[in-house]
C-alpha cells in the first residue's frame, strides 16, 4: 500500500493548496475529581478574588458537562472523591504525574491545598500505579506535559526546577526545562498544550504563548518544535491554552475564538466547552483532568 502510494505522489506539490493534515484520535484515560466543595475562598493566583461570588451548582453543571464530552469522545473518565474543604480539589491535573504506569506524587506549593497530596497518593495506590514519593515541590500534570517522548516541565511559580530533576529519574525520559516568567500563567499548562503527544508515530505537535517563558524557554520551543501554533495574550489569559488534546478532538474554552480558527485550519477538532466558573480560581479545561498512562 504504501509503495503503491509513493510512485503515484507527483514530483511536486507545490503548486496544490495547502491541505490540514488528517489528525489521529488516540483514547484516552482522564482523571476527574467533582467540584462539590468549589469556591475561592483564598487567593494564590491572579484570577481569584475571594470577596467575589461563586456558584458551586453551576461549576458542577460544567464540570459534568465537560466529562460527558470526554465519554462522547469515547474517553475513559476516572473519579477522585472530593474532600469537604479542599475548594481546589476540582483542578486534578496538579495531583500527580503520570507516564508508563508510574505516578510521581505532587507536593503543592501552597499550604492551603496540601492536604489534596493524600487524596492523589491514595488513589494512585488503589489503581495500579507505582507511586514515586517527591522530594521537590512540584504540582503535577500541571507544570508537567508528555510530548513525544520527552517531558516539558514548567517552573518559576509553583513547581520547582529541582522536581525536574525527579522527574528525568523517575520516568527516564528527557525533561526540557522551561522557566515560566509572568504570574498570569503561572503553570505550563496555561501556557502551553501538546495537541499531539505522537502516539502515532509523527513529531509532538504544541500550542503556546511564547512571552509566558524567558529567553531561553522561547528559544528551546522554537527549536524542537518549529511547527507551532502560537496564542496570543489576550487568548491565553482567558485559559485558551488550558486545553485537552487526544491528537485530533481538541477541548477548548468557548470563547478561544482565534485558538479555535487556528486549530481548525490545522485540521484538529476544536470542542468549546463552557467552564466559566472554574475560571474565577484560575483553571480550566486541562487543570481540571489529569491524564492517567498507563
Ligand atoms: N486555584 C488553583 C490554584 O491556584 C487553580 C489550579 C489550576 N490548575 C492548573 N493545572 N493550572 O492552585
Not at 467540584?35 to 460544567?62: C, G, K, W
Not at 493524600?118 to 514519593?133: C, K, P, Y
Amino acid at each position: 500500500m504504501a509503495r503503491t502510494l509513493l510512485h503515484t505522489i507527483p514530483p511536486t506539490t507545490a503548486a496544490r493548496p495547502a491541505a490540514a493534515p488528517t489528525r489521529t484520535a488516540t483514547r484516552r484515560s482522564y482523571l476527574m475529581c467533582r467540584p462539590e466543595y468549589f469556591t475561592v475562598s483564598y487567593a494564590i493566583n491572579p484570577f481569584m478574588h475571594p470577596d467575589e461570588p461563586t456558584d458551586t451548582a453551576l461549576a458542577v453543571r460544567q464540570w459534568d458537562a465537560l466529562r460527558d464530552v470526554y465519554r462522547g469522545l469515547g474517553h475513559e473518565v476516572e473519579f477522585l472523591a472530593p474532600v469537604p474543604g479542599l475548594v481546589d480539589m476540582v483542578f486534578a491535573a496538579n495531583g500527580g504525574f503520570t507516564v508508563d504506569g508510574r505516578a510521581y506524587l505532587a507536593s503543592f506549593a501552597y499550604p492551603e491545598r496540601r492536604p489534596e497530596a493524600d487524596s492523589f497518593r491514595a488513589w494512585f495506590a488503589a489503581h495500579g500505579f507505582e507511586t514515586h514519593e517527591p522530594a521537590s515541590v512540584n504540582e503535577g500534570e500541571g507544570d508537567f506535559a508528555f510530548a513525544g517522548g520527552v517531558i516539558l516541565a514548567g517552573h518559576g511559580f509553583r513547581s520547582t526546577a529541582d522536581s525536574h530533576t525527579e522527574l528525568a529519574r523517575v520516568f527516564g525520559r528527557e525533561v526540557l526545562s522551561l522557566r515560566l516568567v509572568d504570574e498570569r500563567f503561572y503553570h505550563l499548562d496555561v501556557a502551553l498544550t501538546v495537541l499531539d503527544s505522537a502516539a502515532t508515530g509523527g513529531p509532538a505537535r504544541i500550542a503556546y504563548l511564547p512571552s509566558a517563558f524567558d529567553e531561553a524557554g522561547q528559544a528551546l520551543l522554537a527549536q524542537r518544535f518549529p511547527d507551532s501554533i502560537i496564542v496570543s495574550e489576550q487568548e491565553a489569559a482567558i485559559l485558551a491554552l488550558n486545553s485537552v488534546s487526544d491528537g485530533r478532538n481538541v477541548v477548548v474554552a468557548q470563547d478561544a475564538h482565534d485558538y479555535i480558527a487556528a486549530l481548525a485550519g490545522a485540521g484538529y477538532t476544536p470542542v468549546p466547552v463552557d467552564l466559566s466558573e472554574l475560571l474565577k480560581s484560575g483553571g480550566g479545561v486541562k487543570c481540571v483532568s489529569q491524564e492517567l498512562r498507563r
